[in-house]
Every structure is written in C-alpha cells, then in structure tokens.
C-alpha cells in the first residue's frame, strides 16, 4: 500500500498546474497562443494596436472583425450539434442572405438610405429564419436525419441564392449597409460587435436559464428527456431556426465586407470552418454537452490561422495543408486516447529516477 | 456437441482454477484475492451485489481485465488470459448480453461473425447459415431463421441467439453474465432449460443472476461475493436461503421481513377509495385492447403479466407517453387530454420507463441535474431553478441515494444500477406527483436497492400518492399492490383485491387459465 499512497500524494503539489492542463480547453488555448507567438516573432509588431482616426487598428483587431461571421456559424453549430444534429445548410443560407439584402437593396429607389438597408437586413434575416424553421421542422416533425436534411438546403440553397441574384455578381454602393462589415462603432469594428454582442447574449441564456441543461439532455438521451417531460422537439425545433438566423447574420455581414452579392462563393466551406471550431472547442460531434467558450477559442484558432498564413508568407498554394496540420496537432492533443499514451510515458519517465533512489 | 457423450462426475478435475485473483482499478482493490474452481458438468453460480466484484472476476477470466495478482489454470496449465482470443482458445466463451449482438445483421451473421465458415472465394454463407442452424437447434429454438434480422426477434430469442453465438465454438466453459435479467419467467426458463442441457453435455457453466430463485434453480454450487473477496461458498443443494442472503448483504434479512410486516400494514391501513386517475376503454390498434383501470389515492396497484401483455403498454397510454386511439382518461372527474409525458407531469401524473439506460438515466448529465430535470422541464427553460432551489430539491434525497454532496457534481452514468433507479425515482418524485408509474423499478438492481425502492413506494403510497407498480417478478408485485390487475395477450383479463388468500400461484393460474375474464377476483373494484 505505501507504494500506491507515495504515488498519489507525489503529484500533490503542482494539482493546479495538472486540472489546468487536464481542463478541455487547455490545449486549444495552448494553440492559439501558440499562433499568437510565432505571429509575433515573423513580424514583432502583431500584437500591437494603434489609434487611427479614432478607430482601433491593427492584426488583433482584424482578427475579432474577421473571426465575426465564422463565429455567428459557429454558435448556432454548437447549439444544433449539441442536440446530436448537423446544420450543412449554413453556408447557403449565408450566400441567401447576402444575395437577398444586396439585391433589394439594389432594386430600392435609394440604395443609400438607412430605412432601405433596414429592410433588406430585416428581409434577409427573415427569410433566413424561416429556413431555420425549415430545417427544424425536417429534423424535429418529419423525423429525417438532420445530415440529409440539412443537406437538402445546402444543395438547394445556392440555387435559390443564383436565383435571386439571377446568375450576376450583383455590385451594390450603400455606405449604411457597407458599416455592417467594415464599418466602426466606438473604435471598434461593427461587425465584431455585432457578433460578439450576439454571442454574449445567448451563452448568457443558455447558462443562466436552463436552456443549456435541457439542450444537453436532449442530445445526449432523446428518448429518456422526452419522458422526463423535456419538450425535445420545441428545443430541436429552436436550436436549427437559431442557427438559420445566426448564418443569416453571418452572411450579411460577408456581403457587406465585399458589397457583392456572389451565390456561388459566398460563404463556401463555412459550414466546415464551422464544425471544426466547435469540435477544436470540446463539443463532442455526439452531442450533448456542449462549451461556447471553447467554439470561441476554435473560432479565434482558425481566424489567425487565415490571418497566419499571410504574414508568415506561406504560399497559398500550401495553405490547406497547413491549416490541416495546425488542426490535427489541436484535435490529437485533445484526444483522451492520446492523452493517456503521453501521460503513460511521462509516467514511466517519472517513475525510474524514483526507483532508484528508493 | 455430440463429442461428449457421458457425463462426468461432479468431482470431475477442475477445467478453471483461478487463485488468489487480485485487481485494482485506478488504486482502488476490486478483487481482493478471490478465488474460483469450475469443474465440467456443473453450473456454478456467482453471486453478490452491485459493486461485490462479479463482472471483475469474470473479466479476470476472460482476458478482459490486468490482474495485479493471482494465477488462472485451465486444465491444470498456468494460462493467465490476457485477452478475449487467449482465453477463447483455451475453450472459454462469454455470452453476451443482448444489447451487445447488432439489431440490424441477420441471425446467423450475428452467431458466426468473427468465424465464418470460409472457402478459396471468402466467407461461405450457406455452410456458415448452416452451422449457425445447427447451434440454434441445439438450444432447441430451430423455429427461428437465420437470414431474419435480429432485430424481428423477441428479447429472449435474442438472448438464445447470444448463447447461440457462444456455443458455435463448442467451448468448455460458457461464462453467463446476467443472461435473464431482460427476460420474463417464461422465457428465463427456457434459457435455464438451454442451461442445464449444456451441462449435461459436459459444459463448465458460470452463471451470474441476480435472481435468486433462478440461481437456485439452476446452479449446483454458488460462490458468494462481497467487497471483492469470497465470503462463501456452497453446494446449492445444501445451502439455506436466509444464510445465503445475509452472505451477500453482510447483514442479517431482518430487512426483509420488515419490508413484509410493512406491507401488510399498509394494506390494512389503506383507507380513502378516491379514484383520482381513471382509465375508459383506453387503448390503441395493435397495442392494447380497450382497457378500464382506476387508480385511487393512497392505493399501490399492480399490474402482472408476462411481457408483451400489454403491461407497459398500459402504463405508457395512462401516462401519456403514448398516445391512446380510443377510450378516456379522466383525472379527479375532470377528462383529461395527454398529448405527451410534458403534458401528463403538468397534471402530476410521472411515468417511468422500463429501460433505464435507453429511456431513464441521462448518462452525461450529473446526479443533480438527472434529479432536477423533470422539475425543471416542468417550469420551462426561462425559470431556471437556482442552486439553493436545486439543493432544497435534491437534499431530500441524499440520503436515500447513498450520495455524498460531491457525488452529485458526478455523471450519473458512472453509478451503480440500483442508484441510477432510485436517481430516477428521485426525478419523478420532485415533480410531487399524484399518480406515480413505475415500469421495472426494480429490474437488474440488488437485494439492498431492491429493498429500498420497495420500502419507498409502499411510504408513498401511505402519503396519498397513487402508485401503478410493474414487476416480472411476481412475488415482489404481490408484495406491494393493494389491487392487481392481471394483463394477457394484450387485454386485461381481471383484477384481485390483494389479500392473505393471493399469492404468486392465484395470479400464476389466471394466466395460464385458457377462458379469459372468467377468473375475475374475489373483489372486483366497483365504482363508488
């Protein structure tokens, strides 16, 4: 027995320093930070930020504006993915949403005018709900499975997008609309407070109210939260239509950065940034318990990974490659099965100096 | 099988000798210098609580679990099993549980996957379909097909299909964990059958249940566990119940009879006949037959049948997780409409499933919020329940739980079966409900649990609540009802006052009566 107490009491000390790295998000942070760092060494002024004409400027204020819509995807990807779903049909609605409001917008009499661009966010939006609600009624009423579901949108949806801008590139000049995405309010970029803002709002819902516990229950054990008098299919219901009116956002503020309606291009391989995010913050693509603060970290990871590739100069022939490296380091450390190995080792490492001085 | 053809002698040479068997998980001991001899042609029964080092002892031999300690002989050779391959070429087989056979492959895929009969052109499947024919006659099920999916099958055809699956490689040793606990009596008796003929042919049978009287049934010596060591051993002819069950729980059975003399007052006490909850010509096509059932306030009723009676389904249409295409439900004279088990909690009617882990526990989720979920469900997800709210709600039941307050931040899939139901039961119980539904609390959950829920339901009960009461276990239901209704083939075929003149037999002869509704009780509940 003193064997087994010596090796428990032995990792006493530094017990803070073992929960920090056994916690979840430890070693996506350790990746971004990571970035950050190798940034800084490539060019020593990265983390710097100036004031220019009363706008905050610099690369870690680009990285929140850019991180923006990825981040409005990847929350509502969290939410469905928690629930044992999938949402493909995310990048479709982005390009639906930036096609619809550039579109109206440039059909208005006065495309510059602040109630004209109202309408077209509040159409887009709308529009981008009821696709929501779509998805939500295929998952939750008919009961298909959410990968095919979703899948139906995701095909269809570009083709609705190409509809509505009728196979153009639609060009639009509207110094409203264009403030969404590159416009700045208080010094800081629109559209990262716009995201932020929306993030902020609902991890406090779902944390202080009890729409987190149930949207865990759910995904984890249908069946036994339908019994327990869970309304699984409200909730399911709730969580794709959520995630049609976050994608919706996402792609307005896209189409605002670039003041182009493209069907074709607009938000393509989004839904998959998308998931990776929420994988690389800890949700499990078997739902159930599920943290928006690491979707957070996964965004802010692939954010300066795209931001990374440009200053360090990589080729962007090379770029996927690189991103892909940077992804399977992150998922590996986290995987428990790893994990175990390299503690298993460094045990062992551990171990022999002891024996030898007992 | 043929290859065996006397029997040998009980005293035969040992084929498993395990010694001195030690294991530990993460520091802590589980089996603590256990011992185990299996000889040829005898059943062996282990026996214990949740908890006492069963399924260790089993993985031990079976190659599933490190030993820290101790030796496995088989046939006299030192052959310490360190995989499920080794421990299967010394002649070792496992049944698995039913839930570990895939539904969707087909009957004989599930028998011979992982050794197919194979040619010069790959798996031969008519030679492979043939052998797995041949196991399934051996069990004396050759009404089954082996191209139908598993998943057509019955629960206990699905079981005959594991041990199928086990004994296609002809082993030495058949290991059974648990083979009857989803199975009603009839069909744990054909298993047992299957059982004994296996050991007839020479078969080293170990045999894990926690029923008791099946235990007794079938094995021909017992080894009691507790606490990871062996505190006994017996030859089943020998052995007497009150000492083998104090074995096992460490203390004595005055338990039990308190649990008895409980019941008994309770029934005697009983006092209002306020129906609360009642049920007019409900049922649905296909399900259950136009059914009439009133539960009153303060009254435990039982509702017995074999499985696929219509038991559960009954309790499922009362309760509101399935929806009735005929008949009335009426709550305290007032008709009520359940569109889902939400809606019946509103009413304060709780129902809990017979399936603990596919419909019951939330695995992922902690102690506390399994507690807390249905109550929760109940206010909506905008009125979230604060801590102190969550404590008031679930201190009640801490002690009941066996539960220290840090255990309640742990997920409930890491507790043990019994606590998982009385987690349940918990759940249900937060909601305050009037009419209380349970299907299977007890199932698969030792003596002590068992105890406990029994001891529970018959307190609630005395507090007002009506209580609906389903077991497979006969004896237990005849234990706690105040009134038993009796289910067959889909219909309720009567109803018993339940007295000193019931017992098991009264309800046993029911069913087996061929005339329905002719065996009616001594005292059918009239409306008053």
């Given at each position: ?358 | ?42 059943v062996?029964a282990?026996m ?128 059974l964990?648990e083979p009857t606990s989803?199975l009603?009596e009839?069909e744990a008796s054909?298993l047992l059958g299957?059982v ?11 045999f894990v249940s926690h029923f008791l009287e099946q235990v007794l049934e079938v094995s ?16 089943t ?236 276990q ?55």
């Amino acid at each position: 027995m003193p064997a087994t107490t010596g090796s428990r009491t032995r990792p006493a000390g530094p017990t803070g320093l073992r929960n920090l790295t056994h916690h979840t998000l430890f070693w996506p942070v350790v990746a971004l930070v990571a970035l950050l760092v190798a940034n800084t060494i490539f060019s020593p002024d990265f983390l710097s930020v100036s004031i220019l004409d009363g706008h905050l400027f610099g690369a870690p204020i680009d990285i929140l504006r850019n991180s923006a819509p990825l981040l409005l995807v990847s929350l509502g990807m969290t939410l469905v993915i928690a629930t044992r779903g999938i949402d493909l049909s995310v990048g479709a609605v982005v390009a639906i949403a930036g096609a619809l409001s550039l579109s109206f917008i440039a059909t208005a009499p006065d495309p510059g005018a602040v109630s004209t661009v109202i309408i077209a966010i509040a159409i887009a939006l709308g529009l981008c709900l009821v696709l929501g609600i779509w998805n939500g009624f295929l998952v939750s009423v008919v009961g298909i499975q959410p990968i095919i579901a979703t899948l139906i949108l995701m095909t269809a949806g570009r083709g609705v997008a190409m509809l509505i801008t009728e196979g153009q590139i639609t060009t639009v000049t509207s110094a409203p609309f264009k403030t969404l995405g590159a416009g700045f309010w208080l010094g800081l970029p629109a559209a990262a407070l716009i995201a932020y803002g929306v993030y902020l709002i609902v991890a406090l819902i779902t944390r202080r109210s009890a729409l987190g516990m149930l949207v865990e229950a759910v995904g984890i054990n249908p069946s036994a939260s339908r019994l327990a008098g869970v309304r699984a299919r409200t909730i399911v219901w709730t969580v794709f239509a959520l995630s049609g009116l976050f994608s919706g956002l996402a792609g307005l503020i896209l189409a605002s950065n670039v003041m182009a309606a493209d069907a074709n291009n607009a938000g393509l391989f989004i839904e998959l940034d998308a998931i990776l995010a929420v994988v690389i913050g800890g949700t499990s693509l078997q739902g159930g318990k599920f943290s928006l603060s690491g979707t957070l970290v996964g965004v802010l990871i692939i954010t300066t990974l795209t931001l990374t590739v440009t200053i360090v100069g990589i080729s962007p022939l090379v770029t996927p490659l690189f991103k892909a490296l940077v992804v399977i380091a992150v998922t590996l450390l986290q995987s428990p099965r790893v994990r175990d190995k390299l503690a298993a080792r460094a045990r062992q490492r551990a171990a022999r100096p002891e024996e030898v001085a007992a | 099988m043929a290859a065996r053809e006397t029997r040998p002698e009980a005293t035969a040479r040992p084929v498993v000798e395990m010694r001195g068997i030690t294991v530990e998980y993460s520091g802590v001991r589980v089996l603590d210098g256990a011992d185990l001899t299996l000889r040829p042609g005898e059943v062996h029964a282990l026996m214990g609580e949740n908890g006492a080092g069963k399924s260790t002892l089993i993985g031990a031999l079976t190659g599933t679990v490190p030993l820290l300690a101790g030796t496995v002989r088989v046939d006299g050779e030192a052959s310490t099993p360190t995989s499920v391959a080794r421990s299967r070429a010394d002649g070792i087989a496992t049944v698995f549980q039913e839930s570990h056979l895939s539904p969707q492959l087909s009957v004989a895929e599930n028998i011979m996957i992982g050794h197919e009969v194979r040619g010069p052109f790959g798996i031969r499947w008519a030679r492979s379909r043939e052998r797995a024919s041949a196991a399934l006659a051996a069990l004396g099920i050759d009404d089954v097909d082996p191209r139908a999916p598993l998943d057509s099958l019955s629960p206990a055809t699905k079981q005959l299909v594991a041990v199928a699956r086990a004994i296609v490689l002809e082993p030495r040793v058949l290991v059974l964990d648990e083979p009857t606990s989803s199975l009603d009596e009839a069909e744990a008796s054909q298993l047992l059958g299957v059982v004994r003929r296996l050991r007839d042919q020479g078969v080293a049978v170990l045999f894990v249940s926690h029923f008791l009287e099946q235990v007794l049934e079938v094995s021909d010596r017992l080894t009691v566990l507790r606490g990871g060591r062996v505190v006994a051993e017996y030859v089943t002819a020998e052995v007497d119940r009150a000492e083998l069950i104090s074995k096992m729980l460490g203390e004595d059975i005055d338990a039990l009879q308190a649990l008895h003399s409980q019941r008994l007052e309770h029934h005697y006490a009983r006092s209002s006949n306020q129906v609360t909850l009642r049920a007019a010509s409900i049922g649905r096509r296909g399900t259950l037959e136009p059914t009439d059932v009133d539960l009153a306030r303060g009254e435990v009723v039982g509702f017995a049948g074999l499985r696929g009676s219509g038991r559960t389904e009954l309790a499922r249409l009362m309760g509101g997780v399935e929806r009735p295409d005929r008949g009335e439900l009426w709550l305290d004279g007032d008709r009520v409409h359940l569109r889902g088990p939400a809606s019946a909690l509103r009413h304060r009617i709780a129902v809990s499933s017979e399936n603990l882990r596919h419909d019951g526990i939330i695995a992922g989720l902690t102690v506390r919020e399994n507690i807390v979920l249905a109550l929760q469900a109940l206010r909506g997800w905008t009125r979230p329940l604060s801590r102190p709210e969550q404590d008031a709600v679930v201190d009640v039941y801490l002690d009941a739980l066996n539960l220290s307050h840090e255990d309640l931040d742990r997920p409930a899939g890491e507790l043990s079966g019994g606590t998982q139901q009385k987690v349940m039961l918990a759940r249900l119980l937060a909601t305050r409900p009037h009419v209380l539904i349970l299907d299977e609390p007890t199932r698969g959950i030792d003596i002590a649990a068992k105890l406990d829920i029994q001891r529970r339901v018959a307190r609630l009960a005395g507090e007002g609540v009506a209580v609906v009461f389903i077991s497979s276990q006969l004896e237990e239901v005849v234990r706690l009802s105040d009134r038993i209704v009796v289910l067959k083939d889909r219909e309720k075929i009567g109803e018993l006052s339940n007295g000193p003149g019931v017992t098991v037999d009264t309800i046993v002869e029911m069913i087996a009566a061929e005339l329905d509704g002719q065996l009616d009780g001594p005292e059918l509940d009239d409306e008053d």
